[in-house]
């Protein structure tokens, strides 16, 4: 059973487009952090949200965790072909003893 | 700053066979993560060690074993593969056991492929 769920799976954009991919769950989290992984390399954080409601701004990628704590959206504006990767979300359920859960991942792919 | 090496980049294996993958953090951080990568399954946990102990297990066999050093270096091993052990291995190092504060950062990660 997938506690945390990304959609879509895969994305395949044009440059200059704009795009959001989603992490859901039925449980709250305490925290939730967003990765990207280039192929042939480890993920790489981008941020960590913890507060319910919180937005944060990277650049053009703007991350949102929803007021429940239950899911968490990131958009990115204007897609440039260094965007490209799997961004994977991982979340530490409340309660839970820190123990980091994994969604699946949404593969992006944007062309020039 | 040295960031988290893994070796080897890539190993094929026969099945029953059996391996070791080395972990080498980034320099004070005292706390190595392993997890196990493949399409269907994505990242899943596997232990944690921080000062030399297993801090945290995941729902692997008994197969999967793990260590850390003195210098905070960690190794993987894995017994009698399978299979369905060929994925991307993932070594991840944070400064304290890790938690929101405490990010994790990866390494590159090992190929493991079995036949």
């Known amino acids: 059973t997938q506690l945390l769920e990304q959609s879509p799976q895969f994305l395949s954009i044009q440059e200059g487009e704009n795009l959001t991919v989603y992490c859901n769950s039925s449980?709250?989290?305490?925290?939730l952090q967003w990765y990207r992984q280039e192929p042939g390399e480890g993920p790489v954080l981008l941020v960590t949200?913890?507060?319910g409601g919180e937005v944060k701004k990277l650049k053009r990628l703007t991350f949102q965790f929803g007021d429940a704590r239950k899911d968490s959206s990131l958009h990115i504006t204007a897609a440039q072909p260094g965007d490209t990767g799997l961004y994977l979300c991982?979340?530490?359920?409340?309660?839970?003893?820190?123990?980091?859960?994994w969604g699946l991942g949404t593969s992006l792919a944007v062309n020039p | 700053k040295a960031g988290v090496t893994q070796t080897p980049r890539y190993l094929i294996k026969t099945r029953g066979q059996q391996v070791t993958l080395s972990c080498s953090p980034i320099?004070?951080?005292?706390?190595v993560s392993w997890y196990q990568q493949t399409p269907g399954q994505g990242l899943q946990f596997l232990f944690e060690?921080?000062?030399?102990?297993?801090?945290n297990k995941g729902n692997f066999p008994g197969r999967f074993s793990g260590r850390q050093f003195s210098n905070s270096r960690s190794e993987m091993n894995v017994s009698t593969l399978e299979l369905g052990d060929s994925a991307l291995y993932l070594c991840?190092?944070?400064?304290?056991?890790?938690?929101?504060?405490?990010?994790?950062?990866f390494g590159n990660g090992t190929r493991l492929t079995v036949t």
């Open positions: 991840a190092s944070s400064l304290d056991l890790s938690s929101y504060n405490s990010p994790l950062h």
């Open positions: 320099s004070g951080h005292r706390s």
């Open positions: 060690y921080f000062s030399e102990t297993q801090r």
């Open positions: 449980s709250v989290f305490s925290s």
């Open positions: 949200v913890v507060t």
């Open positions: 991982a979340g530490v359920f409340a309660g839970n003893n820190r123990k980091l859960i």
